[in-house]
């Protein structure tokens, strides 16, 4: 970390040697995760998240981008390279098992992972309205993230399309929050809130993008 450099977050001072928090240990356990195992710790929790099992998987993603500018041991390019295939393959692995599984282990899902009935629910009515085109946004809204794969396979979407647009997604939510951990690194006291405050604006912005889309299909078949 640069000399001289004491963040303070909800709490939190991160400075050179370690992070100091009162109300949120977990970001030094999982400061020391990546600094042990390195990009291995960001695929893991990557591949975790987005297989459905709820990991923090955006925070190491941030920490990973943050410790990338303040260090260097981590190299940003790197970090979305594996946060890419990471995101992609656990979505895939969520999917298949949902497809496999079916409602049932949907229902014992949500038990077992206490995952919130309303988030499955959220997710089932944009999958309705938005089709495939959710897979994309999904990563950009709180709850869906860790879900969304598995919910696709439940639903039966042809697996093709999902693959597309699960890629495109990965690919741009990998890059963004990477893209902000590290140019506002200096600001992790503002980050994470600006992070949220960035995935509903992202999401306002893909969801306006496939209705535009669902709308020119419709007009395309009418005419």
Same mark, same amino acid.
């Given at each position: 970390?640069?000399?001289?450099?004491?963040? *303070?977050? /909800?709490?939190?001072?991160?400075?050179?040697?370690?992070?100091?928090?009162?109300?949120?240990?977990?970001?030094?356990?999982?400061?020391?995760?990546?600094?042990?195992?390195?990009?291995?710790? @960001?695929? %893991?929790?990557?591949?975790?998240?987005?297989?459905? %099992?709820? $990991?923090?998987?955006?925070?190491?993603?941030?920490? !990973?981008?943050?410790?990338?500018? /303040?260090?260097?041991?981590?190299?940003?390019?790197?970090? %979305?390279?594996?946060?890419?295939?990471?995101?992609?393959?656990?979505?895939?692995?969520?999917?298949?098992?949902?497809?496999? #599984?079916?409602?049932?282990?949907?229902?014992?899902?949500?038990?077992?992972?206490?995952?919130?009935?309303?988030?499955? $629910?959220?997710?089932? *009515?944009?999958?309705?309205?938005?089709?495939?085109?959710?897979?994309?946004?999904?990563?950009?809204? +709180?709850?869906?993230? @860790?879900?969304?794969?598995?919910?696709?396979?439940?639903?039966?979407?042809?697996?093709? *399309? +999902?693959?597309?647009?699960?890629?495109?997604?990965?690919?741009?939510?990998? /890059?963004?929050?990477? !893209?902000?951990?590290?140019?506002?690194?200096?600001?992790?006291?503002?980050?994470?809130?600006?992070?949220?405050?960035?995935? %509903?604006?992202? !999401? @306002?912005?893909?969801?306006?993008? #496939?209705?535009?889309?669902?709308?020119?299909? *419709?007009?395309?078949?009418?005419?």
């Amino acid at each position: 970390m640069l000399p001289g450099i004491r963040i *303070r977050y /909800s709490g939190c001072n991160i400075g050179p040697a370690k992070i100091t928090c009162k109300e949120r240990p977990i970001l030094e356990t999982l400061r020391g995760y990546i600094v042990d195992y390195g990009y291995w710790a @960001v695929g %893991i929790a990557l591949l975790l998240e987005n297989a459905g %099992i709820p $990991a923090p998987g955006e925070t190491i993603l941030l920490l !990973a981008s943050f410790l990338a500018y /303040s260090q260097h041991e981590l190299q940003i390019p790197y970090i %979305i390279l594996v946060g890419v295939c990471a995101a992609t393959i656990g979505d895939n692995l969520g999917f298949f098992v949902g497809y496999r #599984g079916g409602r049932p282990l949907l229902d014992r899902y949500r038990n077992v992972f206490r995952i919130d009935p309303a988030a499955i $629910a959220r997710g089932e *009515r944009l999958f309705e309205q938005y089709g495939s085109v959710t897979i994309f946004f999904a990563r950009f809204i +709180f709850g869906l993230r @860790v879900c969304a794969g598995p919910l696709a396979g439940v639903l039966r979407m042809p697996w093709k *399309r +999902f693959a597309v647009f699960n890629f495109l997604g990965a690919l741009l939510w990998v /890059s963004v929050i990477s !893209a902000v951990g590290y140019k506002f690194g200096k600001h992790w006291d503002r980050l994470l809130d600006f992070v949220k405050d960035l995935n %509903i604006g992202i !999401a @306002v912005l893909a969801v306006a993008i #496939g209705l535009l889309l669902w709308s020119w299909r *419709r007009w395309h078949k009418r005419r």
